[in-house]
């Protein structure tokens, strides 16, 4: 493929996605040469657009130059191409498909064919359109492939969600769709992998006579500013926990794939999902956030007062809830996700509290081995465990078996999720793409406590900006979730 001619269209060129990722990750993957040798690549969007000076004035900030980078941006940018144009105007297709059949004449000037990327950066209303449009007029000739790349929202629930995928799969073929859930790009969730199958004492650890409770945690010190327009219509757990939040935990749960082939890794996550119930409502906690403490150092608005949220929003801006999984591995271990905006850090852990060791023989209380997995920031895996205080008195103190990245492989570089994804892309491996059944089953489990939710107009508890948690959700873990905090 790396010698392949390749086109990279992106739809949605002027907007917010292709000015914070995509360019960017596609800039980055040129300078390292990971890009196919020969690269074009084309912006289409409805704004008229001088994409060159865009690149070089308006946007060249996100590209963290460094001091030589100049001269490779300069080559980069001349890479580029733009057409304007509406996304349901035939015409402008048969335009994008006649540049980019030009962008690539051979030495005698002959066309030549390429591989096809269409990356939808768009609001998720023209998929149809945009969809139907390419496979119709802009596919990649003889042998060579055509991606389609799409971002979530995938639906708002399963009869959304199946719609757009019976329309997709009219026009394209499973392999050919990149459905991107960025959190599968991350360098810590693909390490779950190898920390699970490469690992003897943990493949045998790994069930419910060893574990007691997993918890998914994800919390943003910030809340929904500039984009609660979005988030008012789909709510934390359509954003973050339907997703994001459900693929870590079906990659922490899954039987030990056949291959380490994308079906055969999806495969086993689909059997995870189809094991799953519908999330009953005594099993969740929701959360909206009003604002922080008068005569707090920075004052913190609520939810509610963006202008784009309705006074009367129920949307929640916190969710934590109580999942099973009905296999022999897993029967009666509670898996907990949690997550929200507007609370006091950033971060995203996954948290897995063994059982508390037998017979204990000494006097000490003796807490539970946990193992952490912090996927961001401060990557790191981390072993909670008992330890002898050295010293003549025998006493148990708890320590860490402690892998954090920054020490352990400084100077080494972690790739940006966005930046893997790409690449993937490219290069067609699905690895770390959504398939259609498993965003079906995804929604199954789903969709029924949303629709309940809304239906009931089910009010969320109000937290402050800046909150730990929410009393409510912390009592849920401890009791229905058998998870036990620590002290850290
Ligand atoms: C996005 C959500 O998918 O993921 C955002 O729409 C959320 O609301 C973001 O902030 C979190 O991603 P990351 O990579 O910043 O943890």
Not at 233 to 241: A, K, N, P, Q, T
Not at 400 to 411: F, N
Request: aromatic residues 12%.
């Amino acid at each position: 493929v790396y010698k392949q001619p390749t086109a990279f269209v992106i739809f949605g060129a002027s907007g917010d996605l292709a000015k914070k990722e995509i360019y960017p990750n596609l800039f980055w993957l040129f300078k390292d040469s990971l890009l196919p040798q020969n690269t074009a690549i084309v912006g289409f969007g409805r704004k008229n657009l001088e994409i060159k000076d865009y690149l070089k004035q308006k946007i060249v900030d996100r590209m963290k130059l460094e001091k030589d980078d100049q001269e490779i941006y300069d080559i980069f940018v001349d890479k580029n191409h733009y057409i304007c144009g509406n996304y349901n105007d035939e015409q402008k297709f048969k335009e994008l498909d006649s540049t980019i059949q030009k962008l690539f004449l051979d030495s005698n000037q002959n066309l030549q064919s390429a591989n096809r990327i269409f990356y939808l950066a768009v609001p998720p209303k023209v998929y149809p359109d945009i969809s139907k449009r390419i496979a119709e007029n802009c596919r990649a000739k003889e042998s060579f492939y055509t991606h389609l790349v799409l971002e979530k929202p995938f639906g708002k629930d399963t009869n959304s969600s199946n719609n757009l995928s019976a329309h997709l799969s009219k026009f394209f073929q499973e392999e050919e769709i990149f459905r991107i859930d960025h959190y599968l790009g991350k360098e810590m969730v693909q390490s779950i992998l190898a920390f699970r199958f490469a690992n003897q004492i943990f493949r045998r650890a790994w069930n419910r006579d060893s574990i007691e409770s997993v918890l998914i945690n994800f919390k943003e010190n910030f809340g929904t500013e500039g984009r609660a327009g979005y988030f008012d219509e789909y709510g934390i757990i359509r954003d973050v926990i339907q997703n994001h939040l459900l693929q870590i935990l079906t990659i922490i749960a899954m039987d030990q794939p056949i291959s380490n082939s994308a079906d055969a890794i999806r495969d086993e996550k689909v059997k995870v999902l189809k094991s799953m119930d519908p999330i009953k409502i005594e099993d969740v906690v929701l959360g909206q956030y009003v604002a922080n403490e008068m005569g707090a150092s920075v004052q913190k608005n609520a939810y509610t007062d963006d202008k784009s949220v309705p006074d009367d929003s129920l949307t929640s801006t916190f969710a934590t809830m109580i999942l099973y999984i009905n296999n022999e591995r897993w029967d009666g271990v509670p898996f907990i996700i949690s997550a929200g905006k507007a609370l006091d850090r950033t971060t995203s852990e996954v948290r897995i509290q063994f059982k508390q060791v037998p017979g204990n023989i000494f006097k000490n209380v003796c807490k539970r081995n946990e193992l952490i997995i912090r996927i961001q920031p401060d990557e790191s895996i981390c072993l909670k465990m008992q330890n002898k205080r050295p010293g003549m008195d025998f006493i148990l103190e708890e320590t860490d078996l402690d892998l954090t990245y920054a020490e352990k492989y400084e100077g080494l570089y972690l790739p940006k999720a966005y930046e893997r994804l790409l690449m993937d892309v490219i290069y067609g491996s699905q690895i770390s793409f959504v398939r259609s059944d498993e965003l079906e089953e995804a929604w199954r489990i789903f969709t029924p406590i949303l629709h309940q939710i809304e239906a009931e107009r089910i009010k969320p508890i109000c937290y402050k900006f800046g909150s730990q948690s929410i009393p409510e959700s912390d009592n849920l873990i401890t009791t229905k979730g058998n998870y036990t905090f620590r002290r850290e």
